[in-house]
């Protein structure tokens, strides 16, 4: 077994430990049942706990993985196989299938088929024809229900990954069981919500500063003592393949993402973001619930752009209580977590 999702091997980054700190313990002092491994945590000059060290789980054993022939590329994907309800885990651009470290051994202990992979030219995956990068839905489409076979699934997006599972849904929503977007702007092209995000998101004043200061919540990066040295083990994870090495891809939607369409969007849907991401703040995220007035709406305290590495405590807990819903099971072994004190539910939104 190995330490990352995307490769199923032992992978080491050299001179760095690489441990993730969690900031609060759940409601009632235990921690969900994951293989995680105890270690010192943070402590400041008065002896008192800031952040505690809980470092990324072995993963579990992938019944295949590699490079899938897809039409015009091949990209990397693992595929933890069993017979339980399928999961698949869409990254961030500045990520790859390794980005999914803390949630793939915890839902596949939970019962899942668990399968990750990496677009094009992120992590081991090819970049495909550089004339036309197509469209990232028919990529996921191709490798999930053509190459893998699988009929229906639950789809999880987040940040970039979340405009792709938008768009999925909306050309294919007889296959999903149901839809997580976290820390994600869909991709909306409305021209008052792109004016919004202009105003957001002042690229003149953030174009010189590293992506991991961006995203990564001060609190994650104050608890945590490989992150305050430049996020080495953040960037070293993350930003990964010919995507930094040969130039942004830009993959186009199949759909027109616009309010109305958002609107239609049935499936049962969580939507998610952390109290201090910068791109995505709960302000934003009430304005993409109310036109997503099905959803589950919820915020995670100390986190920032990267809800599911920040606090992947409270990330896990979420995601498990609302597929277990939707499958009608608590999973495979005994999964179900205590209330997080590090997750807010929002209230419903009224016309």
Same mark, same amino acid.
Request: aromatic share 8%.
């Given at each position: 077994?190995?330490?990352?999702? +995307?490769?199923?091997?032992? %992978? !080491? ?7 993730? %700190? ?6 009632? +002092? ?6 995680? =491994? ?7 000059? @008065? ?5 505690? $060290? ?44 390794? %980005? ?27 970049? +495909? ?5 197509? /469209? ?10 053509? !190459? ?8 999880? +997006? ?36 792109? &004016? ?15 992506? %991991? ?14 992150? *305050? =040295?430049?996020?080495? @083990?953040? *960037? &070293? ?38 109290? $201090? ?15 997503? &007035? ?19 405590? $409270? ?6 209580? !609302? !597929? ?9 072994? @005994?999964?179900?977590?205590? $209330? ?8 419903? /939104?009224?016309?």
């Amino acid at each position: 077994m190995s330490r990352l999702t +995307g490769f199923c091997r032992p %992978f !080491f980054l050299p001179g760095i430990l690489l441990s993730i %700190f969690l900031g609060i313990n759940s409601a009632h +002092g235990s921690r969900p049942s994951t293989e995680i =491994r105890e270690q010192p945590s943070v402590k400041n000059s @008065s002896n008192k706990v800031m952040w505690n $060290a809980v470092p990324v789980p072995e993963q579990a054993p992938c019944n295949r993985s590699g490079m899938a022939d897809l039409p015009g590329v091949r990209l990397w994907y693992s595929d933890t196989g069993g017979d339980g309800p399928t999961v698949v885990l869409s990254h961030a651009h500045s990520g790859s299938a390794d %980005f999914w470290g803390y949630q793939q051994p915890v839902l596949t202990k939970a019962g899942y088929r668990v399968i990750t992979y990496s677009r094009r030219g992120h992590g081991k995956s090819e970049r +495909g024809n550089e004339t036309d990068f197509g /469209f990232a839905d028919v990529d996921l489409h191709n490798l999930v229900v053509t !190459f893998l076979g699988v009929d229906k699934f639950h789809l999880v +997006g987040v940040a970039a990954g979340g405009g792709i599972a938008i768009d999925y849904a909306l050309s294919h929503p007889e296959r999903l069981i149901s839809l997580t977007i976290a820390s994600s702007l869909i991709d909306v092209i409305d021209p008052e919500y792109v &004016k919004l995000l202009s105003n957001l998101h002042r690229k003149d004043l953030t174009r010189n500063i590293p992506n %991991f200061y961006i995203e990564l919540s001060a609190s994650y990066r104050a608890g945590n003592p490989s992150e *305050r =040295r430049r996020g080495l @083990s953040w *960037r &070293k994870l993350v930003m990964s393949g010919d995507v930094q090495n040969l130039g942004k891809i830009s993959q186009r939607h199949t759909n027109k993402i616009i309010w109305k369409a958002v609107d239609s969007i049935k499936v049962p849907t969580l939507l998610m973001t952390g109290d $201090a991401d910068s791109y995505v703040p709960p302000s934003l995220l009430r304005l993409q619930a109310s036109h997503m &007035k099905h959803a589950e709406v919820l915020i995670i305290s100390e986190a920032g752009h990267a809800p599911n590495w920040e606090q992947p405590e $409270a990330f896990n807990s979420a995601v498990l209580k !609302f !597929f277990q819903k939707q499958d009608g099971t608590t999973g495979g072994q @005994s999964t179900t977590s205590p $209330a997080n004190k590090n997750i807010v539910t929002l209230s419903a /939104f009224a016309d």
